[in-house]
C-alpha cells in the first residue's frame, strides 16, 4: 500500500489550487487526474478571466492551468495525469490506474494510502432526452469546445445551442470564431440565463436567441439533419402545433450542470439536495470538510458555480487539510480560513445568478417526455439509458411495477449498467420518478456509488496488487 | 473540418502524420491526437451501431464520460476513442458488422 499524506482527486483550478496550499505547506501531495493533461474544464477556456489578478483576471483559462500546474510541481506537489481515480473508501484509500489510456488500457492499478483526501472532480453536464437525442451530431455543449480548442477539429458545419446560459452564449461565440455557423440559440426559460454582454456579443454578429423555445426531435437517419423546435406554453410545455424545423447538422446541448459526485458517496459521504447547486451536493462545512473526517471537497463538485470560486475553494480546503494534519500553524491556518471564506463571500455577491448550474431553472425540467398516459407511443421509444439502450417505456413500466428508487429502476431494466454506469441517464430517470411519483426530486437519491467509477478492464483490476 | 488558424489559438502545432485503420480503411491522423479527433477530421460522424437496436452512435460528451465513442481498439474492446491518443497502425473496430457490443 503506497502513502501520502493528501491526495487530491481531480487537477481543475480546485484541485490545483488545492495542492498549492498542501504541498506550499510541505505536505507530500498527489494530484490524480484522468485527464491527459491537467486544467479541468480550463484546458478548453480561450476567453481570458475576469475578477481580481489573485483569481488571475486578464489570463487565459488555457494559460491559468499551465501556470498552476508549474506553481505545484515548483512546490514539490506530483500530478499524475491519464490517472483516474477507480474506487475511494471511506478510509481515505483510493486505487487508481495510472496511465490508463497511455498504455492501451493496460494500466498498472494502484492503491493509495492518504492521511487526507480532497475530491474535486467538478461537474458534469445535464442530458436533454428528445427523439432522436442519441444520433450522431447532438453533442454537448462543453464537447463543441473540447474538439474546437484541444483537439483542433470542427464538431460540424451549422448548429443549434440548447440553453442561453452562459455556457451555451459563450460556446455559441466561440462555435462562431471557429468559423461554424450557429443558426439559433434556444432556451426554455422565458428570459436569457446568461450575462447581457455574451449575450449581446452573438446577438451582434446576428445569431437569433429564441427564449420560451425547446427542442422537441432531433431529426436524421445516420446523423442530425435538423432539430425540430417548437415554443412552450405558461407551463413550460410545448405546443406542437407551431413547431418548425431548424436546418442543422449538429446540436449542441448547454442546459446546466450537476456535481459529479459519485466518487464521495462511494466513499460514503453524505448529501444534500440543492438545485441552486445544480443537485445533491457532498455535505459539507465551511471548511470544506464533508461528513467524513479527513475527506474535503472543492469547486464545482461543492456546488456548481465558476473557476474563480474553483479555486478559491481549493485553497480554503488545502489549507483546512494542512491544519487537520498540523501541517500549518494554527494561527496562521485560521487567519487563511478567514480569508479565503471573506473572497468567497465577495465573489458569490457579485452575482445573483449561478452562471453554470442555471439556478432558476425548474428542477424538473430534466425529466424527458410526457406523462404516462398522455403519451403517442412514439414518444415513449426515445432512449433513457443510452448505454443499454433502454426506452422511456422501459422505465415507466418499472415505475408502475413498483420502483420507486434509481436503483429500483436499474434492477428491473438494466438502465444504468452498461459503460457509463448511470452518468448519462441516471439524472434523467431520477426527474421521471419524480414526475411520475409526484416526490420532489429532492427525494429521489442517488444510486448506490460501487467500483470502479470509470471503464476499467479487468486485466487492470487482476493486476491489482501486483506490479 | 481541422481549424488550421484560430483567432485566439493561432495556428495549429506542426504535428507528423500517422495513419491509423478504422474498419480497416486508412485515415490519416497527426501524432498525439485522440482517436475520435481523427475520425471527426476525417468526416467520420458515424462511429459503430448499436448491439439491440443498430442504431448510429459518434461522439457525445467528448471527455470520455458517456462511452458512446468506445470501440475495440488494438484488440481490447470498450476503448474510449475521445480520449485514447493514436498510434502508428493503429487498429479501430466499430463492429458493427458482427453485432458486437462497443
Redesign the interface.
Known amino acids: 500500500m503506497n502513502r501520502v499524506d493528501v491526495l487530491i482527486i481531480g487537477a481543475g483550478p480546485a484541485g490545483l489550487s488545492a495542492a498549492l496550499e498542501t504541498s506550499g505547506h510541505g505536505l507530500d501531495t498527489v494530484v490524480a487526474d484522468a485527464g491527459l493533461a491537467p486544467g479541468g474544464q480550463l484546458v478548453k477556456q480561450i476567453h481570458k478571466f475576469f475578477g481580481s489578478s489573485r483569481h488571475r483576471a486578464g489570463t487565459r483559462g488555457i494559460d491559468i492551468a499551465r501556470e498552476l500546474s508549474a506553481e505545484v510541481r515548483d512546490r514539490g506537489g506530483r500530478i499524475w495525469s491519464d490517472s483516474p481515480v477507480y474506487a475511494l473508501l471511506g478510509n481515505r484509500e483510493a486505487a487508481l490506474a495510472r496511465g490508463l489510456t497511455a498504455t492501451g488500457n493496460r494500466a498498472c492499478p494502484m492503491e493509495l494510502a492518504a492521511r487526507a483526501v480532497i475530491i474535486a472532480t467538478g461537474a458534469a453536464e445535464n442530458q436533454v432526452a428528445v427523439p432522436g437525442w442519441t444520433l450522431p451530431g447532438v453533442i454537448g455543449a462543453g464537447a463543441a469546445q473540447t474538439m474546437l480548442h484541444v483537439h483542433r477539429v470542427r464538431p460540424g458545419r451549422k448548429v443549434l445551442m440548447v440553453g442561453a446560459g452562459n455556457v451555451g452564449l459563450i460556446v455559441t461565440y466561440q462555435l462562431l470564431q471557429a468559423d461554424v455557423e450557429v443558426a439559433a440559440v434556444i432556451d426554455v426559460m422565458p428570459r436569457i440565463g446568461g450575462y447581457h454582454v455574451h449575450a449581446a456579443k452573438i446577438a451582434r454578429l446576428g445569431v437569433p436567441i429564441l427564449t420560451a423555445h425547446t427542442l422537441c426531435v432531433a431529426r436524421g437517419t445516420d446523423e442530425v439533419t435538423g432539430a425540430v423546435v417548437a415554443p412552450v406554453d405558461a407551463a413550460g410545455r410545448p405546443v406542437r402545433e407551431r413547431e418548425f424545423v431548424v436546418d442543422v447538422d449538429t446540436i449542441c446541448i448547454a442546459t446546466g450542470m450537476r456535481p459529479d459526485a459519485r466518487l464521495a458517496w462511494m466513499a460514503g459521504c453524505r448529501g444534500t439536495f440543492a438545485s441552486e447547486l445544480g443537485g445533491f451536493v457532498p455535505l459539507h462545512g465551511p471548511d470544506m470538510e464533508t461528513s467524513i473526517p479527513g475527506v474535503f471537497v472543492a469547486g464545482d463538485l461543492a456546488g456548481v458555480e465558476e473557476a474563480s470560486i474553483a479555486m478559491d475553494e481549493g485553497r480554503l480546503a488545502g489549507i483546512s487539510a494542512a491544519l487537520s494534519l498540523g501541517a500549518v500553524d494554527r494561527k496562521r491556518g485560521l487567519e487563511l480560513q478567514d480569508e479565503l471564506g471573506a473572497s468567497l463571500s465577495a465573489l458569490r455577491t457579485g452575482s445573483s445568478v449561478s452562471p453554470k448550474a442555471g439556478r432558476d431553472r425548474p428542477f424538473n425540467s430534466a425529466a424527458p417526455g410526457p406523462r404516462t398516459g398522455e403519451a403517442d407511443p412514439a414518444e415513449n421509444d426515445r432512449l433513457i439509458c443510452r448505454c443499454e439502450e433502454i426506452t422511456l417505456s422501459e422505465v415507466l413500466a418499472a415505475i408502475r411495477q413498483g420502483a420507486r428508487t434509481v436503483t429500483g429502476v436499474k434492477r428491473r431494466t438494466r438502465a444504468g449498467m452498461g459503460l457509463c454506469q448511470g452518468r448519462s441517464c441516471e439524472q434523467l430517470i431520477a426527474g421521471i420518478i419524480a414526475r411520475e411519483l409526484e416526490t420532489p426530486r429532492s427525494e429521489i437519491l442517488p444510486a448506490t456509488g460501487r467500483p470502479p467509477a470509470v471503464p476499467i478492464p479487468f486485466g487492470v483490476l487482476a493486476r491489482e496488487g501486483r506490479k | 473540418?481541422?481549424?488550421?488558424n484560430?483567432?485566439?489559438?493561432g495556428r495549429?502545432r506542426e504535428r507528423a502524420p500517422v495513419t491509423i485503420y478504422f474498419d480497416g480503411n486508412p485515415i490519416p491522423a497527426r501524432e498525439g491526437?485522440?482517436i475520435?479527433?481523427a475520425l471527426?477530421?476525417a468526416g467520420i460522424?458515424?462511429?459503430r451501431t448499436?448491439?439491440?437496436?443498430s442504431?448510429?452512435?459518434?461522439?457525445?460528451?467528448?471527455?470520455?464520460?458517456?462511452?458512446?465513442c468506445?470501440m475495440t481498439?488494438?484488440g481490447?474492446a470498450?476503448?474510449?476513442t475521445c480520449?485514447?491518443?493514436v498510434r502508428p497502425g493503429m487498429r479501430i473496430e466499430s463492429g458493427r458488422d458482427q453485432g458486437d457490443q462497443?
Do not use: K, N, W
Not at chain 2, 1 to 4: D, I, K, L, P, T
Not at chain 2, 50 to 53: A, E, H, K, N, W
Open positions: 473540418m481541422r481549424v488550421s484560430h483567432p485566439i489559438l495549429d491526437e485522440v475520435a479527433a471527426t477530421a460522424r458515424v462511429f448499436t448491439p439491440r437496436q442504431r448510429p452512435r459518434g461522439l457525445y460528451c467528448a471527455i470520455g464520460q458517456c462511452t458512446d468506445a481498439v488494438d481490447v470498450s476503448v474510449r480520449v485514447t491518443p462497443p
